[in-house]
């Protein structure tokens, strides 16, 4: 989402609202997009990257992309692109998945698996 839009919080929504009532809290969240923003050179490689890193959010990034690369090429590539092998993915900004992705775009190889 915070590839294409800002997006804020404007309040909190209780669940006595809803029926049945969740377990869960809820929020109402504005959305603005965005007229102008860093576009990495390849969408779906920049997803796919993202998504491997999401899926096994507890792993550090070394290792939750792994399945998408041989570890020398991904430990290279993380190197290049500025970030710690050893971060988890909720530690990086977009801007890190961007050039990540971008990165790798420019190698000219194809995301395995």
């Known amino acids: 989402m915070q590839y294409y ?9 209780s669940p006595k609202v ?3 009532i969740p377990k869960v809290d809820s929020c109402l ?7 102008s923003y860093d576009k990495a050179k390849n969408e779906d490689v920049l ?4 998504r491997q890193s999401f899926q096994q959010r507890r792993k550090k990034i070394g290792n939750a992309l792994a399945s998408l690369m041989p570890k020398e090429e991904l430990t290279i590539l993380l190197q290049t692109a500025g970030i710690d092998e050893n971060a988890r993915a909720e ?4 801007k890190d998945f ?8 420019e190698k000219g190889e194809r995301l395995t698996s």
Request: glycine share 2%.
């Open 47 to 50: 997803f796919r990257i993202i």
């Open 18 to 20: 809803f029926r049945p």
């Open 5 to 13: 839009a800002q997006g804020e919080i404007l309040f909190k929504i």
């Open 91 to 94: 530690n990086l900004k977009l």
């Open 98 to 105: 961007i050039e990540l992705a971008n990165r790798y775009v």
């Open 29 to 35: 969240v504005k959305l603005t997009f965005r007229e």
